[in-house]
């Protein structure tokens, strides 16, 4: 992947997020890792209208190397790649639902939501919540990247989703699916629900 498939792949994405309402506003951010370089979103765009050469680069400390001003929450996306070197790409949301659940009280700070459905514990897995902190709060830098050693997707309270993965069309696949698996959980929240087992869970393991 070069600099420029990067930027044309965060354009494609981001309007693809926005025409389907899963950003909205000028919330969100996208990433991804060339060698050394990060390519990111810039801070206060709108995803709908990004164009490529509007992105900015930073380092891998999420140092500002190159054009616009990055995103606020781009230490974030530094702090998770350097956690997860096989990943290359983070996506980061405001979705309605997702960010739904990570207002309620009561969820488990380890795994926000249940393994409702076999697409939800194939595409994401765990979901540790992380305490709110103000958008571009960078003291949840520390507590981001030893999380994402182990976990790929977290919650961020009162907040929204952060998901990497090994490309850009993973991220957003396993983003989506953390959005429509929260819309699950609120739609069920009356009823009484039965999550996969953790053999059943186990069993998927090596399905694609
Ligand atoms: O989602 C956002 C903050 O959490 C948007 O911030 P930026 O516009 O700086 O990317
Ligand atoms: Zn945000």
Same mark, same amino acid.
């Given at each position: 992947?070069?600099?420029?498939?990067?930027?044309?792949?965060?354009?494609?994405?981001?309007?693809?997020?926005?025409?389907?309402?899963?950003?909205?506003?000028?919330?969100?951010?996208?990433?991804?890792?060339?060698?050394?370089?990060?390519?990111?979103?810039?801070?206060?765009?709108?995803?709908?209208?990004?164009?490529?050469?509007?992105?900015?680069?930073?380092?891998?400390?999420?140092?500002?190397?190159?054009?616009?001003?990055?995103?606020?929450?781009?230490?974030?996306?530094?702090?998770?790649?350097?956690?997860?070197?096989? @990943? +290359? &790409?983070?996506?980061?949301?405001?979705?309605? *639902? =997702?960010?739904? %659940?990570?207002? /309620?009280?009561? !969820?488990?700070? @380890? +795994? &926000?939501?249940?393994?409702?459905?076999?697409? *939800? =514990?194939?595409? %994401?897995?765990? /979901?540790?919540? !992380?305490?709110?902190?103000?958008?571009?709060?960078?003291?949840?830098?520390?507590? =981001?990247?030893?999380?994402?050693?182990?976990?790929?997707?977290?919650?961020?309270?009162?907040?929204?989703?952060?998901?990497?993965?090994?490309?850009?069309?993973?991220?957003?696949?396993?983003?989506?699916?953390?959005?429509?698996?929260?819309?699950?959980?609120?739609?069920?929240?009356?009823?009484?629900?039965?999550?996969?087992?953790?053999?059943?869970?186990?069993?998927?393991?090596?399905?694609?």
């Amino acid at each position: 992947m070069n600099e420029t498939a990067a930027r044309q792949q965060i354009v494609a994405a981001a309007r693809s997020l926005f025409t389907r309402s899963l950003t909205h506003g000028s919330t969100g951010n996208i990433s991804i890792r060339v060698g050394d370089r990060i390519v990111v979103t810039p801070t206060g765009s709108s995803l709908g209208t990004i164009e490529t050469d509007e992105l900015s680069i930073i380092g891998p400390h999420g140092e500002h190397l190159d054009g616009a001003k990055p995103s606020k929450e781009a230490f974030l996306h530094a702090a998770m790649l350097r956690a997860r070197p096989h @990943d +290359n &790409a983070v996506v980061h949301t405001h979705s309605t *639902y =997702a960010a739904a %659940v990570s207002c /309620l009280a009561g !969820l488990d700070p @380890d +795994n &926000a939501l249940p393994p409702l459905t076999a697409y *939800y =514990a194939m595409r %994401v897995g765990r /979901l540790p919540l !992380l305490p709110y902190h103000a958008p571009g709060d960078n003291s949840l830098e520390a507590l =981001a990247e030893r999380t994402a050693i182990d976990n790929h997707a977290l919650l961020l309270s009162n907040h929204g989703p952060i998901v990497t993965a090994k490309t850009l069309s993973t991220a957003l696949d396993a983003l989506e699916e953390l959005e429509e698996t929260a819309k699950l959980f609120l739609l069920l929240k009356d009823h009484h629900v039965r999550p996969l087992t953790t053999e059943q869970i186990r069993a998927l393991s090596g399905h694609p």
